[in-house]
């Protein structure tokens, strides 16, 4: 029960720093920042499939009703939770995660996230620029805009990862 | 039996997906063609109270540049003024009167917000049915043409802004009066192009494109954008025409909601040949 309710805690905030801060920014080149994927990112491994997806399309349905997107976000997201478990399980090591693993940067370590992270990231903006904006402006412009905003999110996700990681170590100490 | 269920049982989050992702997919493309009112949106709710508090504390950010522009809009509307004119013959204002009926009407509304980052921008304004705000009616501000209604709830409305996929307008261009379709190429907020002028029309960098009027949503003669560059089209006889927006998207603060006043008088007389 302390972990849903802390996971709940987690949507909240990853959603209110979306549309409070992230959407309200005007990126340079014209780019979508969605941040909030970092939700869908860290949850546990033992969760529940439907779970995950339930999540996953609540997260973007929230998102698109602060943005006007009419489902964009909540399909991109609903892709994400679904292929999350086959990129997770392809890293999986051979004897399974552990037990209440979840897959962030104190538990999984570098190798593991930079890897799965960046494969995610890519699958998600493929998807969403895919839909949005192949039609409008061509292949090459929106290959641009995939490479351009998969950068900046992981690099963002990366460091609050690493700030996550400092408060944990300390804690612990 | 026993076959299926487990078949199911197998599939059953991949089926999941499928609906989910399927009822999303058809409200995401057909939002383009009919205004869904079913989905969440910005006009509903905790999303519009939210921005309607994010707006009253960003609002003071622009306030110089908004002080100077109303100054330049108030200079103007002192030099229409009756006042400032010497009457020349006895009977000269009172022409004006009866020659002029009045055609237009505009409600102001503030902008809550205005993306311009994704393939259809809408921006929110806080103006609504209450207003006497209805979906399709055209919307500008003091420098040009800023897009149409396209969905409206009590308080607030959602505009389809000049930056979306199919937007469509009739413009005309100001010198030749040479008219054609404005679209958005997505690729950045400062261009958009013009399709359907024949590249025998005589345009120069820096002409003015102006709205048409027709339809009856916009005045004519409203501000579009000046020309910044054209092309031959590939493969038309038609000019591929760029220009920059007269309305800054991104610092867009107000706008006013075109209300015409003869509107259904028009639309009458032009249901009679369709």
């Known amino acids: 029960m302390r972990e849903f309710l802390k996971y709940v805690l987690w949507f909240l905030l990853i959603l209110l720093s979306q549309v409070f801060f992230f959407d309200q920014l005007s990126w340079p080149g014209g780019f979508t920042l969605s941040f909030y994927i970092y939700f869908i990112l860290i949850i546990p491994h033992n969760t529940n499939r439907i779970v995950l997806l339930m999540a996953a399309f609540a997260m973007g349905l929230a998102v698109d009703a602060f943005n006007d997107t009419f489902g964009l976000h909540a399909s991109s997201a609903l892709a994400l939770g679904w292929i999350r478990f086959y990129i997770y399980k392809s890293f999986e090591p051979s004897v399974g995660y552990p037990e209440n693993q979840t897959p962030v940067l104190s538990e999984m370590g570098w190798n593991w996230i930079l890897k799965v992270y960046t494969l995610s990231i890519l699958t998600f903006y493929t998807w969403f620029y895919m839909l949005s904006f192949l039609r409008l402006v061509g292949p090459w412009f929106t290959f641009q805009k995939i490479i351009i905003s998969s950068i900046s999110t992981l690099l963002i ?10 408060r944990k170590n300390k804690n612990e100490l | 039996m026993q076959n299926l269920i487990s078949i199911f049982r197998y599939l059953r989050v991949f089926l999941i997906f499928l609906v989910l992702q399927g009822a999303v997919l058809y409200v995401y493309f057909t939002s383009e063609v009919y205004p869904s009112i079913q989905f969440v949106n910005s006009t509903q709710g905790i999303t519009s109270k939210f921005l309607e508090v994010h707006n009253y504390y960003t609002r003071y950010f622009g306030l110089i540049e908004e002080n100077q522009k109303l100054q330049k809009a108030y200079e103007q509307l002192l030099l229409m003024n009756p006042k400032s004119y ?36 809408y921006i929110t304004a806080n103006i609504g049915s209450a207003q006497g705000v209805k979906r399709g009616m055209g919307v500008i501000n003091h420098d040009g043409l800023v897009g149409y209604v396209y969905e409206v709830s009590e308080h607030y409305c959602l505009i389809k802004s000049i930056l979306s996929e199919s937007i469509n307008i009739d413009v005309s261009l100001n010198k030749s009066g040479q008219f054609g379709l404005l679209k958005w190429p997505g690729t950045s907020p400062d261009v958009v192009s013009i399709s359907g002028i024949p590249n025998d029309t005589e345009i120069a960098a820096g002409e003015l494109v102006v709205t048409r009027g027709t339809g009856g949503i916009f005045p004519k003669g409203i501000p579009v954008g000046k020309v910044t560059s054209f092309d031959f089209a590939e493969g038309e006889a038609n000019w591929d025409l760029r220009i920059k927006p007269s309305v800054n998207f ?25």
């Open chain 2, 86 to 121: 010497t009457r020349l013959t006895a009977d000269k204002i009172s022409i004006e009167d009866t020659v002029y009926k009045q055609s237009f009407s505009y409600i102001k509304g503030d902008v809550l917000r205005s993306p311009t980052h994704k393939a259809n921008n």
């Open chain 1, 157 to 166: 996700i990366l460091v609050v990862q690493v700030l996550n990681q400092r």
């Open chain 2, 250 to 274: 991104r610092a867009i603060k107000y706008v006013y909601v075109v209300n015409h006043l003869l509107k259904s008088e028009l639309d009458n007389l032009e249901s009679l040949v369709e």
